[in-house]
T-cell receptor
Framework: KNEVEQSPQNLTAQEGEFITINCSYS?????LHWLQQHPGGGIVSLFM???GKKKHGRLIATINIQEKHSSLHITASHPRDSAVYIC????????????FGKGTHLIIQP | DSGVTQTPKHLITATGQRVTLRCSPR?????VYWYQQSLDQGLQFLIQ???????AKGNILERFSAQQFPDLHSELNLSSLELGDSALYFC?????????????FGPGTRLTVL
């Protein structure tokens, strides 16, 4: 079973700061997902990646398959980015579903 | 709005009871996943259906069961409820099976067992 570790668990930053959230996993995967969960509970899929780097607006996700590590970066952070960010990995072929990290609780102060 | 709908939004019931949670996937999505989010366990994968057939099982208890109907909506049945079953239950859908497809999450059903 894959173990997914995220760091930091909690992060408070000032508006405009560059944010990095890290995710590492123990077993080779087919894909890694970054999810965002708002205070109201809704979950939004931000990225799904199996190699390299993806960018969407101010969000950038990278993955290093050899090192079993991924990072989520937020540039020019804004209070509306305050949320829980969750890393999840798939084992391949849908056989095991997604395994989730415990999440990073991010607060951006104005 | 992800296009995935879940009903009801909130459910309060007593120990020992049985409840049914309903999920309608995005139009065109064949795969439905059920997840449980509790304070102590975090998010956990329960079960996946693809085009009406069970495809993968996770940490689903024997008291829980699910099915996907011909119109692709899915139901999660929870029986002999215990206090520890109190959680947020999400369903998600994707076009195909497999973990390499983006999953779209519904708003969740908050279950409280008293």
């Amino acid at each position: 079973k894959n173990e997914v570790e995220q760091s930091p668990q909690n992060l408070t930053a000032q508006e405009g700061e560059f944010i990095t959230i890290n995710c590492s996993y123990s077993v080779g995967i087919s894909a890694l997902h970054w999810l965002q969960q708002h205070p109201g509970g809704g979950i939004v899929s931000l990225f799904m990646l199996s190699s390299g780097k993806k960018k969407h607006g101010r969000l950038i996700a990278t993955i290093n398959i050899q090192e079993k590590h991924s990072s989520l970066h937020i540039t020019a952070s804004h209070p509306r980015d305050s949320a829980v960010y969750i890393c999840a990995v798939g084992g391949g072929g849908g056989a095991d579903g997604l395994t989730f990290g415990k999440g990073t609780h991010l607060i951006i102060q104005p | 709005d992800s296009g995935v709908t879940q009903t009801p939004k909130h459910l309060i019931t007593a120990t020992g009871q049985r409840v049914t949670l309903r999920c309608s996937p995005r139009s065109g999505d064949l795969s439905v996943y059920w997840y449980q989010q509790s304070l102590d366990q975090g998010l956990q994968f329960l079960i996946q259906y693809y085009n009406g057939e069970e495809r993968a099982k996770g940490n689903i208890l024997e008291r829980f069961s699910a099915q996907q109907f011909p119109d692709l909506h899915s139901e999660l049945n929870l029986s002999s409820l215990e206090l520890g079953d109190s959680a947020l239950y999400f369903c998600a859908s994707s076009v195909v099976a497999g973990d390499t497809d983006t999953q779209y999450f519904g708003p969740g059903t908050r279950l409280t067992v008293l």
